[in-house]
Structures are given as C-alpha cells and as structure tokens.
C-alpha cells in the first residue's frame, strides 16, 4: 500500500520552462563546434538548415544557418510555404509546392569537386515525376544534384564528370523504393579519395558507385527544393552539409552526442513538479503534470483522486489506486471510489492566462516512440498504462495483460476494425516492481516493437490493413478508450512518460534503460 500521507495539503505552482535532462540527449542540440572530428565526436557540418519550427526556433531562425562559425550561408525562399503539424504536432516544417518553391545558398556552402555529404529528412508527397530536392548549379548543369526518379521508382544522386548536357554522370540509386508521405532520412557521401558515391537511405548504405569523377562551379547556387528542371514537392527538414565523410556514428550517435538519425522527444512527464488533484472543479491549474523538459508546453490534467508521492526508484511519481487519496476521515472524499487517470492538453491562450484544451501529443501518421517506467496492481486485471485516443478506441496503447501469466502489450489499432490490431507481447514477470517498457511503431518497415527493461522482444508485422491515420485525442496515462467507453484503468504508479516522433533503436532504448 502507497503511503499518502507525505503530501502537505497545500497544492503548488510551478512555471513550466525548458532543462535539460539526461533524456534530452534525444533532443536537437546546438549546433556540434567546428573543431576537427574525432574518435569522441560526430563529424561536424558545415552548414545546417533546420528547415522547420518548433519552441524557440522561428521561421527565420529556421532559414538560418545553425553553424555560421565555419561558414555563415543563410537560405532565401522562392515561392516555399508553411505546413503545419508535418513533422510533429505544434510544430511547421518548409512546404514545396512541385513547381516553383525553392531555397537557394552561396556557392561557397558546397565544393562538388572535393569530398563532401549531404544529409536530410525528406518527405515525398507526389511520386507522378522524377523530382529533386537538393542541387549545386553549374555552368550547363548541375554539378550535383539528388531526389526521387521516375523510371525506377528509387532515390536517386547523381554526379556529372564535364559540364555541358550529355556527358556521363556517376548514379547511385537506391534499393528500396521511397514510401510516399512518410519522412525518410537520406544522406549522400562523395569520398573523392577513394572515388566513391554512396547513397543511404534510413543509415544504410543502399547504393555505393566507384570510380567517381566530378565538378564544381564556384558560382553555383545551391538549391533545396529544385534541380534544373525537376521541382520537389514535399517537405525538407534538417539540411546539413558536410566537407567530411560521413560514418557509422554520425548515424547512431555517441553518449553524449546524437546522431542523425535520432527521434524528437515531443512530450515528456517526470511528475517531479506534479500535483495531487482534490477536486478538478476547485482549481483545475492543480491537478496538473507540466512537460518541464521539451519546451512544447503541454501538460496532463489530471483527474480527481490522482496522487504524486515519492517511489522506490528515488523520484517522483503518479499514483493511480481508484480511492481517494485524502486521508482525513472527516473529509467528504475520504475512501471515495475515484477514476483516476491523466490526458494532454496544450495550452491555447497566452502564457499568463492559459486556456487548457485536449489534445494529441503524437502524430499518429508518422513513425513515433512511447516510453515509460511503471508498476502496477496485477491482481486487478488487463490495464492499460498509456494509449492515444483515436475514433472511438485507443489508437495505440501500452498496457498489461493477465493472459497468459501476464504479459507486457504494445497494440496499434487499425482503424475502426478491432480484429485489425496488431500486437506486440513479452512475459510481463514481477509486474508489481518497477519496469521500462517501450513501443514503437516503425511506419516506414510497417511493425511494431515492444521493449521491456531494454530488451526487445522482437518486431512484429503491422496488420496489411494498418495505413497511416492522424487521431485527434489526447494522450491518456492510466487508462484506454473502446467502443464501450474507458476501460482498463491503471492500479499502479507511472514515471517518466516520454513521447518521441520517431524510432528509437535497440541501442537508443538500452542506453536509456541502463541511464
């Protein structure tokens, strides 16, 4: 039994503001210093376009160049528009429109001629033709350029050997064929040493050419968005440049230090500055769990008869048990039956007279992470410890099963089709004592995976009928949502739920377990 006494009676205020913690190492970070790689660190670029917005960063700071120490090439739009809630929810990201948008840099950003990389996320959203979204002009043609080819269906980067039309260029094309509206990061190294083009696609080196010769025009632009004659349509984000090859750890990262291809934490709940909730109607500012971490600003309400205390694993956490956490036999709430549960909301009025309103943390048609430390009650059946409440039933969820001598789930729902779900399962053993437990869902490979104490139990196929849907509900902790109404309430404590747009890798879920 969880001692409730420990809490003072007297709830607290706390200012929601951005800090780093040690799970912020998945976050975006300053730009890497210019100093020379090295075994202990990434290859730092040479220019980096964020290309998109999110708390702090503006739609100037987006076009900015976020490493003007080693060469300062801000970008100038022609005709590029806004999208909102592309990459992540709260968030905008450089739209083109496949006929006339584009950004262009100084020439001096990128020598063709010499090694160098480029590495991007990309998302294709119109595949009818051949189309580029990155390109150096040249005197004729471009020196460079990389995209998406009609004939073949594939990524594609070439590099010419002459000016002028006609004359040969180095191709690497890819092996697998892009999937359209999903982001995907790709990056192309030209070793001029070794005379190699590679092209790799996710961290993978899908294609790799020799024997390469090429070009620079001093003069010419470098273009996003465009080649010649071919436009991109889609978005672009994270842009960087490189006078360096890339290598293995650029990809995956190293402690301290994250790679390329490291998922945004969008949402993330330590109940450290939580406060126990009363009676919601009283003062709703109370019974809240502020994201003091990722700078989104999105909250869980929590429900009446949810507790905060401390736990064995040194911290704070939420307390889920359905009575009343008031221990005051004379207190009307005293042994009350509660439902307890928190769900996001984001705040849509100003900062000092917020306006809270319900609302997703994760964008449900991209590939995304959910992540938390819990345990719980098992004596009290199937309970679910996180979902994202779609149309009628949880989107997905995270929750305990009694089948089976119990077992961990992470469920991906299909739609409106129940039959359709796809889940993931591990032996859920000593559910009463503390364990990580992790989902993923990997759109571009379509399955799931479900980690526990870092240790995946392997992927799972998603359903053939599964395709990418945005949900409009909240992200619930302590409970699901069926066709039936709420259901699988949680009896147990919750820490440290965290919300990624992207996939964690085995490495990423380990790292953080052992952390």
Same mark, same amino acid.
């Given at each position: ?149 009609? %004939? ?52 993978? &080196?899908? &294609? ?105 694993? /040194? ?26 549960? /928190? ?5 849509? /009025? ?28 098992? %004596? ?45 399962? %591990? ?29 995946? %139990? ?15 509900? &909240?992200?619930?902790? /302590? ?37």
């Amino acid at each position: 039994m969880i001692n409730k006494s420990s809490w003072s009676g007297t709830a607290r205020r706390f200012a929601l503001g951005l800090v780093l913690t040690g799970t912020t190492a998945l976050l975006p970070l300053t730009p890497a210093a210019a100093a020379a790689p090295d075994i202990d660190r990434l290859t730092p670029p040479s220019a980096r376009w964020l290309l998109q917005t999110f708390p702090g960063i503006d739609q100037a700071g987006a076009l900015a160049d976020s490493q003007p120490a080693i060469n300062d090439t801000p970008l100038t739009g022609t005709n590029i528009s806004w999208e909102n809630d592309v990459r992540f929810l709260g968030g905008q990201a450089v739209a083109f429109n496949g006929t006339s948008s584009s950004l262009s840099a100084s020439p001096s950003a990128l020598n063709t001629a010499g090694t160098f990389s480029l590495a991007a996320w990309v998302r294709l959203t119109d595949t009818s033709v051949s189309r580029v979204f990155a390109s150096k002009a040249g005197a004729g043609r471009s020196t460079f350029s990389v995209g998406y080819d009609k %004939a073949g269906n594939r990524w594609q980067v070439q590099l010419p050997a002459k000016f002028g039309k006609g004359n040969k260029a180095s191709i690497a094309r890819s092996a697998s064929a892009p999937k359209i509206g999903l982001w995907t990061h790709l990056a192309v190294v030209h070793d001029a040493g070794t005379q190699t083009l590679t092209l790799l696609v996710n961290g993978v &080196a899908e &294609a790799t050419v020799h024997n390469v010769t090429s070009i620079d025009d001093p003069a010419g632009e470098v273009r996003l968005g465009r080649g010649d004659t071919s436009w991109w349509k889609g978005n672009l984000a994270e842009v960087r440049l490189y006078d360096q090859p890339l290598v293995a750890r650029d990809f995956t990262g190293i402690p301290g230090e994250p790679g390329l291809l490291r998922p945004w934490l969008i949402g993330s709940w330590d109940f450290q500055a939580a406060s126990p909730c009363y009676e919601e109607d009283l003062d709703p500012t109370l019974c809240s769990a502020p994201d003091s971490t990722t700078g989104f600003g999105r909250r869980l309400a929590l429900t009446k008869g949810s507790y905060v205390d401390s736990s064995s694993r /040194g911290s704070q956490a939420l307390v889920l048990d359905g009575t009343h956490w008031i221990d005051d036999p004379s207190d009307p709430h005293f042994g009350e039956a509660t439902q307890e549960y /928190g769900r996001s909301q984001i705040n849509v /009025g100003p900062w000092n007279n917020p306006v809270w309103q319900d609302g997703p943390v994760l964008l449900t048609t991209q590939s995304f992470t959910i992540a938390t430390w819990v345990r719980l009650d098992p %004596a009290h059946g199937a309970q679910t410890v996180v979902s994202q409440d779609g149309a009628g039933r949880s989107a997905f969820r995270v929750a305990y099963d009694p089948a089976d001598g119990g077992q961990w789930v992470f469920a991906v729902s299909a739609g409106t089709d129940d039959s359709a779900t796809t889940t993931a399962t %591990a032996p859920a053993t000593g559910a009463d004592q503390w364990h990580y437990v992790v989902g993923v869902l990997d759109a571009t490979n379509r399955q799931t995976r479900l980690y526990v104490d870092g240790t995946s %139990a392997g992927p799972v196929a998603l359903d053939a009928t599964w395709q990418p849907y945005q949900t409009s509900g &909240a992200l619930l902790v /302590g409970r699901a949502t069926t066709p039936a109404g709420p259901a699988e309430w949680l009896f147990g404590q919750v820490d440290e739920v965290d919300a990624y747009q992207g996939v964690l890798s085995d490495a990423d879920v380990q790292s953080l377990f052992t952390a």
